[in-house]
C-alpha cells in the first residue's frame, strides 16, 4: 500500500467535485434553506429584522381563499396539460415515426414551440385569441359559433392558458417518445408480427407502450414539473385575472413576494411548491421506476 | 421434383434502394425437411428469411406456404415461426407469457387480451387455461419448467435462446425460421444447442429454414444446405454434395476450413492435367489454364510426389496444418500431429479427391478421372 499515493488521491478527488460542489452549495442549496428560513418569518422587503412566527404563514395560506383558488387553478391546469401533452407526444411521436415522409419537417415544426421565446408567442396567441379581430373567433363566426372572450372570460381562461401549455409542451413530449421508440430493438416489433400481432395496436400493446415505459415514466414527471411551473403566460395574458381565475401558484407567490413584498409569505408558497414538485420525484424515482424497467 | 407443400420460393428479387440484394431466388424446402441457408454475412440469407416471415415484401417472385401463395400475406397469417439471432424476447414479460403470445393472438380476441377487461369476458379463462398447458408442454422437453415465472433478464443466454425456441414450436408452424440463433452463444452451449434444435425440429416435423453463416453447423444439422452468394443460391445439395462436388470455385473456397487449395494447372493436348509440369492422374476435354482444387485432407507427404517446401505450421491437437510450397503456389495440407518435421518433403493425392474447375470457375463434369 502506499499511503502517500492514496492520499494524494483523494485530495485530487476532492479537489475535482469541489467546483460542482461549491456550486450546488451556493446556488442550490443555500437559497432553498433560505427560502425554508424565511417561510417561517414574517420578512418584508425593508422591514429588518424579520421576526420568528412559526407556522403563521402556512396558516394564513390554508385560510387565504386566493392562495386556495389559485393551487385548485394549477390543479386544474396540470390535470389538462399534463396528460394531453404527454398522449398528443406520443400520438405524434407515433405518427411521425410511422410517415414514410417528412419526418424532419414534422419534428422541427412541432418542436418550434419548444425553442421559441415563450413571451414573444404569448403576443401571437394573444392575437389569435382576441374576441373580435382573432382568427380563432374570425373560423367560428364562419361556422355560425359566437367564439367566447377566450382570454378575458373567467369561463375559458383557465382552458386558453392550458391550450397553450399543450401547445408548448407536446413538441417536447414528442421528442423524447421519438427518441423512446427509436430505441425499441427493430427485432421485438418483427417477432411481434411473426408472432401474430397483426393490427398496429396489437403491436402497440406487445411492444411499443410497455418498452416504452421508462420514456414514459420520465415524460409524465417533466410534464408534471413543467405544467406546475406555468408562469410565463399567466404573466403575460393575463396576470391572473379576470378574478382570479388564472390565479397559479407560482403568480401568486410572484405577487406576493414582488408586488406586495410578503417576502415571508411568498416563500411559504415557494415551500408549498417545492413539496408538491419533490412528491412528485419521489413517485418517480420510489413507485414507478420499478414497474417500468425490466432489467 | 413436382410440386411440394411446405415452402417454395420461385424467382424472388429483391432491392434496396439501388443495391439488389436478392437475384431470382429459387428454393424449396418439404415439411420435415431442414434446410440450411449458408453464406457469408451480407449475402442476403437474412433478408430472404424476412421475406419468408412476411417482415420484408419481395420485389418480384413468389413464396408459397402449403401450396397456397403467401407473397403479398400478412405476417401474421403465414403460420411462419421465426428464432430471431438476438432471440427478441418481450422483456417486460415472463417466460411463460413470451412463449403464450403466439397463442393468445391466436386464440383470444382483441377484446379478451384487454388488461382487467379481458379477464372478466366468457370463455377467456378456459382459453388461458389451455393455453398454459401448451406452454407447459413444449416447456418440459427444453428443460424451462422450473424458469417459467422469470423474466428475461433473469435468463442466460442459453435459456432465452430455449424460451425463443419454445415461443416458435408452440403453436405448430409450418414453416420454421431460424436466423443465426447460435451466434451469441459460447463454444460449449452451440453444440449441445445445435442437437436441440435438430431435435425440435423432427418433432415439429415443419419446413425448417436455418440461416446461418457458420459451415459447421450447416453442415452438421442440415438435410440440405443451399451456398448463397451476392444474392443468389450457388448450389443447394445435401451436406456431402456441396463439399465434396462443389458447383464452381465459389462455393469450394467458402465450405471447408481452412479453405481448400486451388493450384494453377494445365491439360496439355492430350487432355492430360499437369501440375507443376507432373502429371496428376486426371484427363479432361478441357485444354489450357485449369484450376485444380484439393482438399488440405486431401493431400499426404509421401516418399515422392511434387517437392514442396514447408512454411509454417499449426499444431491442432488431434492433427496439424503443414503450410507449404509447390514450386511458387502455396497450399495447405492437414496431416497426423506427429508427423516428423522436415522443411523438404514430396506430396501427392489421389486424383479421385481432386477437384477440377474451367476457366469460367465452374467445375468439370466429374472431372473426366481417368488413371494414366
Known amino acids: 500500500m502506499r499511503e502517500g499515493g492514496s492520499r494524494g488521491e483523494a485530495l485530487a478527488g476532492w479537489l475535482l467535485t469541489a467546483p460542482a460542489a461549491l456550486a450546488f452549495l451556493l446556488l442550490l442549496l443555500a437559497p432553498t434553506l433560505a427560502a425554508i428560513a424565511l417561510a417561517f418569518s414574517d420578512y418584508e422587503l425593508g422591514q429588518w429584522p424579520p421576526a420568528w412566527i412559526g407556522l403563521d404563514n402556512f396558516r394564513e395560506l390554508w385560510m387565504d381563499r386566493g392562495f386556495r383558488t389559485s393551487f385548485v387553478n394549477t390543479l386544474v391546469y396540470v390535470g389538462i396539460v399534463a396528460p394531453v401533452s404527454v398522449l398528443g407526444g406520443l400520438g405524434l411521436a407515433l405518427l411521425i415515426e410511422g410517415a414514410a415522409r417528412g419526418r424532419t419537417f414534422f419534428r422541427a415544426v412541432f418542436f418550434l414551440p419548444v425553442v421559441s421565446l415563450t413571451v414573444a408567442m404569448a403576443a401571437a396567441w394573444q392575437y389569435l385569441l382576441h374576441p373580435t379581430i382573432g382568427p380563432v373567433n374570425a373560423a367560428l363566426r364562419l361556422l355560425g359559433i359566437t367564439g367566447p372572450a377566450w382570454l378575458s372570460s373567467s369561463d375559458t381562461v383557465l382552458l386558453s392558458l392550458a391550450a397553450i401549455g399543450v401547445w408548448e409542451g407536446v413538441g417536447f413530449n414528442m421528442v423524447l417518445f421519438m427518441a423512446g421508440l427509436t430505441a425499441i430493438p427493430r427485432e421485438l416489433r418483427e417477432a411481434a408480427l411473426v408472432d401474430g400481432a397483426q393490427r398496429g395496436w396489437d403491436r402497440f400493446r406487445l411492444v411499443t407502450w410497455p418498452l416504452l415505459g421508462p420514456t414514459t415514466l420520465f415524460v409524465v414527471t417533466i410534464s408534471l414539473v413543467r405544467s406546475v411551473r406555468v408562469f410565463d403566460t399567466v404573466a403575460v395574458l393575463t396576470r391572473g385575472g379576470p378574478n382570479k381565475a388564472s390565479e397559479v401558484l407560482l403568480y401568486t407567490m410572484y405577487t406576493e413576494g414582488f408586488t406586495f413584498l410578503r417576502l415571508g409569505y411568498s416563500a411559504a408558497i415557494t415551500l408549498v411548491f417545492l413539496a408538491i414538485v419533490l412528491a412528485l420525484m419521489l413517485l418517480q424515482t420510489r413507485v414507478l421506476d420499478r414497474r417500468v424497467h425490466y432489467g | ?372
Not at chain 2, 9 to 17: D, E, N, Q, R, W
Not at chain 2, 89 to 112: D, E, G, K
Not at chain 2, 209 to 237: F, K, N, P, S
Not at chain 2, 289 to 310: D, Q, S, Y
Open chain 2, 1 to 372: 421434383m413436382g410440386p411440394v407443400n411446405g415452402l417454395e420460393l420461385h424467382g424472388i428479387g429483391k432491392a434496396f434502394g439501388q443495391t439488389q440484394v436478392l437475384h431470382e431466388v429459387d428454393l424449396a424446402v418439404r415439411p420435415g425437411e431442414f434446410v440450411a441457408l449458408l453464406g457469408p454475412s451480407g449475402c442476403g440469407k437474412s433478408t430472404l428469411m424476412r421475406i419468408v416471415a412476411g417482415i420484408e415484401t419481395a420485389d418480384r417472385g413468389t413464396v408459397r406456404i402449403g401450396g397456397a401463395d403467401v407473397t403479398r400475406a400478412h405476417a401474421a397469417t403465414r403460420n411462419v415461426a421465426m428464432v430471431f439471432q438476438n432471440y427478441a424476447l418481450y422483456p417486460h414479460l415472463t417466460a411463460a407469457q413470451n412463449i403464450a403470445v403466439p397463442l393468445a393472438m391466436r386464440r383470444l380476441s382483441a377484446w379478451q387480451r384487454a388488461p382487467l377487461l379481458g379477464a372478466l369476458l366468457p370463455g377467456t379463462r378456459a382459453v388461458r387455461r389451455t393455453m398454459m398447458e401448451d406452454v407447459a408442454r413444449v416447456a418440459e422437453p427444453l428443460g424451462l419448467t422450473p424458469l417459467l415465472a422469470r423474466k428475461p433478464a433473469q435468463l442466460s443466454g442459453g435459456q432465452r435462446q430455449r424460451v425463443a425456441l419454445a415461443r416458435a414450436v408452440v403453436r405448430d408452424p409450418s414453416v420454421f425460421l431460424l436466423d443465426e440463433p447460435l451466434s451469441n452463444l459460447d463454444a460449449a452451449l452451440r453444440s449441445t444447442t445445435r442437437r436441440e434444435i435438430v431435435e425440435i425440429h423432427r418433432r415439429t416435423g415443419a419446413a425448417t429454414l436455418y440461416v446461418t453463416h457458420d459451415q459447421a453447423e450447416a453442415l452438421t444439422m442440415a438435410d440440405r444446405v443451399a451456398v448463397m452468394l451476392a444474392g443468389r443460391i450457388l448450389q443447394c445439395g445435401t451436406p456431402r454434395e456441396v463439399y465434396e462436388q462443389p458447383a464452381d470455385l465459389r462455393v469450394a473456397r467458402f465450405l471447408g476450413d481452412p479453405a481448400i487449395n486451388l493450384l494453377e494447372a494445365e491439360a496439355g493436348e492430350d487432355g492430360a492435367v499437369r501440375l507443376e509440369g507432373r502429371a496428376t492422374g486426371l484427363m479432361t476435354r478441357q485444354r489450357g489454364p485449369l484450376t485444380l482444387g484439393i482438399r488440405p485432407e486431401a493431400l499426404e507427404a509421401a516418399p515422392e510426389g511434387w517437392p514442396a517446401t514447408v512454411t509454417a505450421r499449426e499444431y491442432l491437437g488431434e492433427a496439424q496444418l503443414l503450410h507449404a510450397r509447390i514450386g511458387a503456389q502455396p497450399v495447405i495440407l492437414r496431416v497426423p500431429p506427429g508427423l516428423a518435421e522436415a522443411p523438404q518433403m514430396h506430396l501427392r493425392f489421389d486424383p479421385r479427391d481432386a477437384l477440377l474447375f474451367g476457366a469460367d470457375g465452374m467445375r468439370l463434369p466429374a472431372a473426366e478421372a481417368l488413371h494414366a
